[in-house]
């Protein structure tokens, strides 16, 4: 089977020839040791175009970040190529300078650039959106300007990385920085958000259903293009549980995402979810959103992987479930062919799984992501053996 059936077959909730193997990012730092490539510092090139322009830095540096975001995801694609990954996820970074090391992104969030091994490091810091007002005129902006202004973008992204690496890896588009929960809360604050979803549930609902929109809009641009595969990303559970009562999410958030399941499906398309945390009690509300995968599956936030293959295995494709915290940061070859083997041994028979890291982040070992892949090859393969 080519990477597409494999993938295609597991989300169908089928046995493929083998489990596929998935990745939500590669890093950049991770991404240059796989590929062998020379360290580019994009600080220094930063600082470079600030000297260059000092009269119109700003403008300067926002007209390159369409170039960085290409560079970012085509480097993701050729390291997930090298390491025999089956899967890769790509998509537009809504992200704008408003200084040398900090930027905002569309939903009133503002993140800090930090420097790791000179590759840009965005951390969030604090949401904008501290009134009904601000509200309002955010909302009327992705109706006049957002929504056509990046609908183009994706397709022209899209389009570009399809024709260069389509046909060596399989490519889901995602939402990693426009995922409507976290989008939503972080552009607000933690405090004004958790204030008004007492207060005033109402204004909650519509931020999640604007954001819905914005990405429904999104998906079809994608789809546009040959898109197959989406994924909505955004932590909707801490390690300990869910944020708030699943009868809350219900009520809100359930709503918001069956307008994406639905907008992927009427096209035929599928659709997953990836949130860390613990989710267990927000599965059924996952499962009646109608996505059709759930990744991350956090065995560091007590995700018990034989419980949930049990509640919801027969509805909804599994992935993930490999440790980001040890097992493939600091992890010898056992260690990773271990939380490998056992992976697959619960939520492998009968199909409907991927083995995928629960996360990504800059300190997870390249040799580690090879063992993985070299241990879905030697344990994933249908029927299975084990």
């Not at 889901?172 to 920085?177: D, K, L, M, S």
């Not at 070992?365 to 344990?379: D, F, G, I, K, S």
Request: with cysteine; charged share 25%; hydrophobic share 40%.
């Amino acid at each position: 089977m080519e990477s597409r059936d494999r993938v295609l077959a597991a989300l169908n909730l089928e046995e493929p020839d083998r489990v596929p193997t998935h990745a939500i990012a590669i890093d950049g730092n991770n991404v240059e040791t796989i590929l062998g490539r020379e360290s580019r510092d994009s600080f220094e090139a930063l600082e470079r175009m600030v000297r260059e322009n000092p009269d119109n830095w700003l403008e300067a540096l926002n007209s390159v970040v369409d170039s960085f975001e290409k560079a970012i995801f085509s480097g993701m694609c050729e390291a997930g190529i090298k390491l025999g990954l089956d899967v890769i996820q790509v998509g537009i970074l809504p992200y704008q300078f408003i200084s040398k090391d900090e930027m905002s992104d569309i939903f009133g969030r503002i993140w800090k650039l930090k420097n790791y091994h000179g590759h840009f490091d965005p951390y969030y810091t604090h949401g904008t959106i501290d009134s009904i007002e601000k509200w309002e005129e955010l909302k009327q902006k992705f109706e006049d300007i957002y929504t056509p202004q990046y609908t183009r973008k994706a397709r022209k992204f899209f389009r570009t990385i399809k024709r260069k690496y389509g046909d060596k890896i399989f490519i889901f588009a995602e939402t990693i920085y426009a995922g409507i929960f976290e989008s939503a809360w972080q552009g607000m604050g933690i405090e004004y958000f958790f204030k008004q979803l007492r207060k005033n549930p109402r204004l909650i609902a519509d931020i999640f259903d604007t954001i819905a929109e914005f990405n429904v809009a999104m998906f079809n641009a994608y789809m546009d293009v040959g898109v197959e595969v989406f994924c909505e990303a955004g932590d909707i559970a801490y390690k300990s549980g869910p944020f708030f009562s699943p009868k809350k999410y219900n009520e809100l958030l359930l709503p918001a995402y069956k307008k994406l399941t639905h907008a992927v499906h009427d096209r035929g398309k599928k659709i997953i979810l990836h949130t860390d945390g613990q989710i267990t009690p927000l599965l059924d509300m996952i499962v009646n959103s109608g996505f059709d995968g759930l990744q991350s599956l956090e065995p560091t936030a007590n995700v018990d992987l034989a419980l949930v293959k049990k509640k919801v295995g027969d509805k909804i494709c599994l992935l993930g479930n490999i440790d980001v915290g040890e097992v493939l940061t600091t992890g010898i070859k056992q260690d990773v062919f271990d939380a490998v083997k056992y992976a697959i041994k619960t939520a492998g028979p009968g199909g409907g799984f991927m083995v995928s890291p629960t996360n990504m982040h800059q300190g997870v070992n390249p040799q580690n992501l090879r063992w993985m892949v070299e241990a879905t090859h030697e344990y994933g393969k249908y029927p299975l053996n084990l």
